[in-house]
């Protein structure tokens, strides 16, 4: 089992951008593909963007196209997600979790971080 911790949310402006970073450790984080996925209260969990082992495959959310950017640095064992232009919608926990596939629902995936916590103000 992969154990993931986020970092990197808080509170910033409309317009503004964070980078959040999802390290992970033990398990096997190799051949993994790796998601965000977002919950804002009230509302159900929902992806956001995901990437394959190598990086050569990425997935966002059509509300997030053009805006997020999700990479991965293996040699750190981490997963990044740019979020620029952020909208006061985009308030929500963000979570990251390893899966097999580069699929865009929660089922998919199975080990997931506790989350951070990204606040976009108007």
């Known amino acids: 089992q992969v154990q993931l911790v986020e970092s990197g949310g808080g509170l910033v402006q409309a317009g503004g951008s964070l980078r959040l970073s999802c390290a992970a450790s033990g398990g096997t984080f190799r051949s993994t593909s790796v998601a965000w996925f977002r919950q804002a209260p009230g509302k159900e969990r929902e992806f956001v963007a995901a990437?394959?082992?190598?990086?050569?495959?990425?997935k966002y959310a059509d509300s997030v196209k053009g805006r997020f950017t999700i990479s991965r640095d293996n040699a750190k064992i981490t997963v990044y997600l740019q979020m620029n232009s952020l909208k006061p919608e985009n308030t929500a926990v963000y979570y990251c979790a390893t899966g097999r596939v580069i699929g865009t629902t929660d089922r998919e995936y199975f080990d997931w971080g506790q989350g951070t916590q990204v606040t976009v103000s108007s």
């Open positions: 990437i394959s082992w190598l990086g050569t495959i990425t």
